[in-house]
């Protein structure tokens, strides 16, 4: 995945190029300690966030080098976000993040930057994405909407927090324990599955066509899932209609 990233962030090159071949959590907590400190350095985090992020997800490079170029004000978004969250925490990060939006830069990928971003001593930024959204509904019958909604994110932070108290653990573990439940039920859906599932970077020119209607897919999927009046049946029903375009997508590379 190395060379994709490369070629799509060519000025990032010698950034990626010493990157292990697994970026876990620690690595870019890493590289995130200095992102409130200059836009360089928060330009470094956010690409290594995503790098992390994306796994082996064939349009994240793209999505990614989008970010940047077409926001000129990106590196300063970023350090200051970087700066919001470890001063003021993750609900104030993200509520000053939604009225600073960057252009392509959606809620999950926006609250994991934030997440490594910020220090222990601040109030959490836990990350939000499609699959802590699905077990949230599923299993505690709580809405939360994936648009930028600052009341919805308050108010999940607010409930693992509670959860971690009575647990007697950190918010973030609660937080990976949701994502990981859901990860379990569909291993073939997540960026973290393995290079060889549907997820992965198919090549050549047939292979960048997938890539791309993989990637209006999965807007399709979050633009769904953010509708303010869809039913939890409707969001399930329709999940399940894109798993199946991913796999007859899939099959014609097979």
């Known amino acids: 995945?190395?060379?994709?990233w490369q070629a799509n962030l060519p000025e990032h090159h010698d950034?990626?190029?010493?990157?292990?071949?697994?970026?876990?959590?620690?690595?870019v907590a890493k590289r995130a300690a200095g992102a409130a400190d200059s836009e360089a350095l928060a330009v470094q985090a956010f690409v290594t966030a995503m790098v992390w992020g994306y796994g082996p997800v064939g349009y994240g490079a793209f999505r990614t080098a989008r970010?940047?170029?077409?926001?000129?004000?990106?590196?300063?978004?970023?350090?200051e976000a970087a700066?919001?969250?470890?001063?003021e925490g993750g609900a104030a990060a993200f509520a000053w993040l939604a009225q600073h939006r960057?252009?392509?830069l959606g809620v999950a990928f926006a609250t994991k930057y934030l997440y490594f971003c910020n220090t222990p001593g601040s109030a959490p930024a836990l990350i939000l994405d499609r699959l802590v959204q699905r077990w949230l509904r599923q299993h505690a019958g709580c809405q939360v909407r994936l648009d930028?909604?600052?009341?919805?994110?308050?108010?999940?932070?607010?409930?693992?927090g509670a959860w971690a108290d009575e647990l007697g653990t950190t918010p973030d573990i609660v937080e990976?324990?949701?994502?990981?439940?859901?990860?379990?039920?569909?291993p073939g859906r997540s960026p973290w599955a393995a290079p060889d599932t549907e997820t992965a970077v198919l090549p050549g020119s047939d292979g960048d066509a997938t890539t791309a209607v993989l990637e209006a897919i999965e807007d399709a999927a979050s633009a769904f899932a953010a509708l303010a009046d869809v039913s939890p049946a409707?969001?399930?029903?329709?999940?399940?209609?894109?798993?199946?375009?991913?796999?007859?997508?899939?099959?014609?590379?097979?």
């Open 234 to 254: 409707d969001v399930d029903d329709f999940e399940r209609g894109i798993r199946q375009l991913r796999r007859i997508l899939l099959a014609r590379n097979a």
């Open 176 to 186: 990976y324990l949701m994502f990981s439940d859901t990860l379990s039920q569909e």
């Open 83 to 87: 700066q919001v969250v470890r001063s």
């Open 67 to 79: 970010v940047l170029r077409e926001n000129p004000q990106a590196a300063q978004t970023l350090r």
């Open 102 to 104: 960057l252009r392509y």
């Open 15 to 27: 950034l990626l190029a010493p990157l292990p071949d697994v970026v876990d959590r620690a690595i």
């Open 1 to 4: 995945m190395r060379p994709t």
């Open 148 to 160: 930028w909604q600052v009341g919805d994110y308050t108010r999940y932070l607010h409930l693992v």
